[in-house]
């Protein structure tokens, strides 16, 4: 068994060699390989990127941004793991959490596991914006999609690549987590929830989504209710 790490990432310099000591330093009971893709990075990222030597990791380049979404994707199209997870490039997620993710999978009591920032009342942390935007995603998806989660737009998203190899992806931007989440409830997967720890970061420090991308999600959970 192999564990995918995709690591989408986009001028992320100041925190783009610390989020691969830590994802390296997790001891994990299954092998692993880090795929990263640098989306059109202007600040450095690129070049520290293209400067490392570490057999465990791919790195790939978009010439311009394209967003986060296109990233997961083109990261997907380069994975040998049995299991995927995604891996933001900032520090908002502690890699530690891994072998809780992955648990149940392993054991074979799910197929579908996703974070669960709520568990640690570590949402309180966020923006108010973001921690009521996320409850309103994350209440219109179970809604729509007869679903019992409690923080759909984690990052921490993590699947058996025989379920991510049944649907398509078309997401480019912030839309990967509605678009994915739609699509795999669609197919009739329980998405398996674990506790999970948070550190928001701020605009001043990076943070890239707003609240133009929360209204977005609801649309996209709604058009991927009816459509494929």
């Known amino acids: 068994m192999k564990l995918s790490i995709l690591v989408p990432a986009f001028n992320e310099i100041a925190s783009i060699e610390e989020i691969l000591k830590r994802i390296n330093a997790v001891s994990l009971p299954i092998d692993r390989e880090i795929i990263i893709v640098d989306d059109g990075s202007t600040d450095g990222t ?9 057999d465990h990791i791919k790195v790939y380049f978009h010439e311009r941004n394209q967003g ?13 793991g049995d299991i995927i997870i995604v891996q933001d490039a900032d ?48 209440a219109v998806t179970n809604i729509l999609f007869n679903t019992k989660i409690h923080d759909e ?3 921490y998203k ?6 991510l ?23 009739g997967y329980r998405i398996h ?30 058009k991927y209710r009816f459509v494929d």
């Not at 993590?158 to 379920?163: D, G, I, L, N, R």
């Not at 929830?193 to 649309?219: C, M, N, S």
Request: proline share 5%; hydrophobic share 35%.
């Open 68 to 80: 986060k979404g296109r990233a997961i994707r083109t990261a997907l199209e380069h994975t040998t």
């Open 153 to 155: 737009p984690v990052c």
């Open 193 to 222: 929830e674990v506790p999970i720890q948070y550190y928001p970061r701020h605009f001043d420090t990076g943070k890239k989504i707003t609240w133009k991308d929360g209204l977005e999600a609801v649309w996209v959970l709604v």
């Open 46 to 54: 690129r070049d520290f990127l293209t400067g490392l030597s570490d």
């Open 165 to 187: 190899d049944k649907i398509t992806l078309r997401c480019t931007q912030f839309e990967f987590c509605p678009e994915v989440t739609a699509k795999v409830s669609k197919l």
């Open 91 to 138: 520090l908002e997620y502690d890699p530690q959490d891994y072998n809780a993710l992955i648990e149940p999978i392993l054991n074979n009591q799910a197929s579908v596991v996703y974070g669960n920032r709520r568990g640690h009342n570590s949402m309180t942390k966020s923006y108010a914006r973001y921690y009521w935007g996320g409850r309103l995603v994350t």
């Open 158 to 163: 993590v699947f058996k690549k025989e379920v």
